[in-house]
């Protein structure tokens, strides 16, 4: 398995959740590491990205100042936390590696097998 989210569940709006992509060595030292999530009926959306120095970049305004990306070197893990949640951020989140920190799911070549995050009101 070359990635493996984790972390969704359910949270009040409000509240706050960690997610977790943990990537194969191979992956984690060589490709941009982002987050995407699909809710139900709409396209797949970009979230956040982050390169192999630390460099990082967000989605447009849904998540500015609410969600961090970020690496943990020592376990080859992306952290996406999530503060802040809103009834809008429910979804099934994704991890996906790709060679360059673009927002466009088509740069991605592997894709971890997704994490529902529900947003209760």
């Known amino acids: 398995v070359q990635l493996q989210a984790s972390g969704g569940g359910l949270v009040q709006a409000g509240g706050s959740l960690r997610l977790s992509c943990a990537a194969s060595?191979?992956?984690?030292?060589?490709?941009?590491i982002a987050w995407f999530r699909q809710a139900p009926g709409k396209e797949r959306e970009f979230i956040a990205g982050i390169k192999w120095s630390g460099a990082s970049t967000y989605a447009a305004d849904s998540v500015k100042g609410r969600f961090t990306i970020s690496r943990d070197n020592a376990n080859n893990t992306v952290v996406l936390q999530m503060n802040t949640l809103k009834p809008e951020d429910t979804a099934v989140y994704y991890c996906?590696?790709?060679?360059?920190?673009?927002?466009?799911?088509?740069?991605?070549?592997?894709w971890g097998q997704g994490t529902l995050v529900t947003v209760s009101s």
């Open positions: 996906a590696a790709g060679p360059a920190l673009l927002s466009i799911a088509r740069n991605y070549r592997w």
């Open positions: 060595q191979r992956i984690f030292s060589s490709y941009v």
